[in-house]
């Protein structure tokens, strides 16, 4: 049973405008989420986090919004750059209940000149 | 990067066969984690080791065992290879006190035949 949902497999964006990455979680129990990055033929890159007791956290041009209430959090990347283009997994865990990360399917970003 | 590396990178082995796989890391983190990544699955943890000698089943265990004599090793081993565990297996690590970000090796691409 998936807890994480990602349920736009391929986005597709112009260079310069915003990525907006969307995701879902089922289990009220997780409370840290996290975005990776993952380039073809290499493991999985971290990008930015965010805790239950937070709902934005910003670094450079990433930012993570959290929606609790909707069990929803998105990345933001602005503005978007062909460097960009690579497959971006969604994860989330709670604390206290171990430490296995739970993976969203992934969407693949596209971000065309 | 925490100095991850996985050996070997490719692997091509026939059904029934044993299959052992080397996840090393330099960074002395205590925690390590095997998944595996499916088109359609995302990535699914398989087992992890919260310590020498201490490892845990994942989503995904069966089929496979693991040993953690090292703090730098972890190795995953498929007792008699299946096709269905043909897959991208990724190891990672964390340190602190586990949960939070993890971070991934380049993975070892293995096809059962």
């Known amino acids: 049973d998936q807890q994480v949902k990602q349920n736009s497999p391929s986005l597709s964006v112009q260079e310069g405008r915003i990525s907006i990455l969307n995701c879902d979680y089922t289990?009220?129990?997780?409370?840290?989420f996290l975005w990776y990055k993952k380039y073809p033929a290499e493991g999985p890159t971290f990008l930015i986090s965010?805790?239950?007791?937070?709902d934005k956290n910003e670094d450079g041009r990433f930012t993570v919004f959290l929606n609790k209430s909707a069990k929803h959090l998105s990345l933001h990347i602005v503005p978007s750059q062909p460097g960009d283009s690579a497959v971006y997994f969604c994860?989330?865990?709670?604390?206290?209940?171990?430490?296995?990360?739970?993976f969203g399917k992934g969407t693949s970003l596209l971000v065309t000149p | 990067d925490a100095g991850i590396t996985q050996s070997p990178r490719h692997k091509v082995t026939e059904t029934g066969t044993p299959v052992t796989l080397r996840c090393h890391q330099t960074?002395?983190?205590?925690?390590m984690y095997w998944y595996r990544q499916d088109p359609g699955h995302g990535l699914r943890l398989i087992h992890y080791?919260?310590?020498?000698?201490?490892?845990d089943k994942g989503e995904v265990s069966d089929g496979y065992s693991v040993s953690r004599s090292k703090t730098e090793d972890f190795l995953l081993t498929l007792e008699s290879a299946t096709s269905s565990q043909t897959s991208v297996y990724f190891c990672?690590?964390?340190?602190?006190?586990?949960?939070?970000?993890?971070?991934f090796g380049p993975g070892t691409r293995l096809t059962v035949t």
């Open positions: 990672a690590t964390s340190g602190g006190q586990g949960w939070g970000e993890q971070y």
């Open positions: 289990n009220s129990m997780f409370d840290y």
């Open positions: 965010i805790s239950s007791i937070k």
């Open positions: 994860a989330a865990l709670s604390s206290r209940s171990g430490y296995a990360l739970n």
């Open positions: 960074e002395n983190h205590r925690y």
């Open positions: 080791s919260y310590g020498v000698k201490d490892t």
